[in-house]
């Protein structure tokens, strides 16, 4: 199993980012992806969920109506268009894969907010 994760980087408050996760090693059309951030200091926390078919979506508070995840299954990923970016944002955030018993993680990808 491997996540390339992509997209992270260093953005003004206000600003857009968009992640990616290409994955490799599993059906990724069989499991529900999700996107998880940690910030320091802090417990790891979900951001948003997308079901195997891209029909349903789960979003924190924190950012509905901000950020948006949707998935292609012909390309084995799955995205996070991130936008009105605050600096409470700031964290890494993980790519996850989850079917059944099997869960696997990204190495995560670093997203800072600061002006």
């Known amino acids: 199993v491997q996540f390339v994760e992509s997209g992270g980087g260093l953005v003004q408050p206000g600003g857009s980012l968009r992640l990616s996760c290409a994955a490799s090693?599993?059906?990724?059309?069989?499991?529900?992806m999700s996107w998880y951030r940690q910030a320091p200091g802090k417990e790891r926390e979900l951001v948003a969920s997308?079901?195997?078919?891209?029909?349903?979506?789960n979003y924190a508070d924190s950012v509905k109506g901000r950020f948006t995840i949707s998935r292609d299954n012909a390309k084995n990923t799955v995205y996070l268009q991130m936008n009105s970016l605050k600096p409470e944002d700031t964290a890494v955030y993980y790519c996850n894969a989850a079917w059944m018993i099997h869960d696997y993680w990204g190495r995560g990808t670093q997203v800072t907010v600061s002006s």
């Open positions: 090693g599993f059906t990724f059309s069989s499991y529900g």
């Open positions: 997308i079901s195997s078919a891209g029909g349903r979506t």
